[in-house]
């Protein structure tokens, strides 16, 4: 697993991007997926660990809706959230964090990381092993190869999944899918339509300066993934998944 250089923390973390539309959008249905998570049985609560955590903006969004979420990271990042940063781990590998932790969380979070992993299988069933009490994982990464950017190349991406791929991944790493659906379906056509004229996407992501009108889209992001069919395509794909 690659971890981000210093540009790429730069120019995906900077101050105050918690409060842009994506990554709060992403937060929720998150959110979302966990509780159905645990209305499905496949989760029953307690520790969650997201592996991959950058500057902690999933973990300390858990945090301020009651869950017991901590990360860990390989890289550094220069800054990161105070209200995540006593939860973090970073520079650090998963399987490295002490046996009594990692005996005491029930779900593992890998969001928007599969992506960047060159042997998909071995981290999965490494990381299974790391976890024997994870039995919930639950995935997001970015969807559909025909939107394949320099954005993808700039971060490292080793490709865009499909449900059929990312179910073969998953399974070749001793998982089992749950639940899987598409989101962010509002973003597909823009980015399509930019790929067809070859107009290349900008790398930097810039916190709001309306913040208001971000949450305005990002409730709008939330909506389209709860009630949208399931597999009409979105630029991510979201996956519940158990041990096989």
């Not at 990464?141 to 320099?150: D, G, I, K």
């Not at 949450?215 to 158990?242: D, K, N, Y």
Request: aromatic share 12%.
């Amino acid at each position: 697993m690659a971890k981000y250089n210093a540009e790429q923390y730069e120019t995906n973390y900077p101050e105050g991007i918690e409060h842009h539309f994506w990554n709060s959008a992403r937060n929720q249905i998150v959110l979302d997926a966990l509780e159905r998570a645990q209305r499905s049985g496949l989760w029953q609560g307690g520790t969650l660990l997201e592996v991959g955590c950058g500057t902690g903006v999933v973990v300390g969004f858990l945090r301020s809706r009651g869950l017991e979420g901590w990360g860990c990271d390989l890289g550094t990042p220069p800054q990161v959230g105070a209200d995540a940063a006593p939860y973090l781990f970073l520079g650090q590998d998963f399987a490295d964090l002490t046996g009594r932790f990692r005996a005491g969380v029930t779900c593992i979070l890998l969001l928007d990381v599969l992506e960047h992993v060159e042997e998909p299988d071995a981290f999965l069933t490494r990381l299974k092993m790391a976890y024997p009490n994870a039995q919930c994982f639950l995935l997001t990464v970015p969807a559909r190869q025909e939107l394949w950017s320099n954005y993808d190349e700039f971060f490292g991406h080793r490709c865009r999944y499909h449900p059929r791929t990312l179910a073969a991944d998953l399974e070749r790493g001793g998982l089992a899918v749950v639940y899987m659906q598409y989101f962010f379906r509002m973003l597909y056509p823009v980015m399509y339509a930019l790929g067809r004229l070859g107009i290349q996407r900008e790398v930097a992501t810039r916190a709001p300066t309306r913040p208001g009108l971000h949450r305005l889209i990002a409730w709008g992001c939330r909506q389209e993934a709860r009630w949208l069919p399931h597999g009409l395509p979105g630029t991510s794909l979201l996956a519940l998944a158990r041990r096989r």
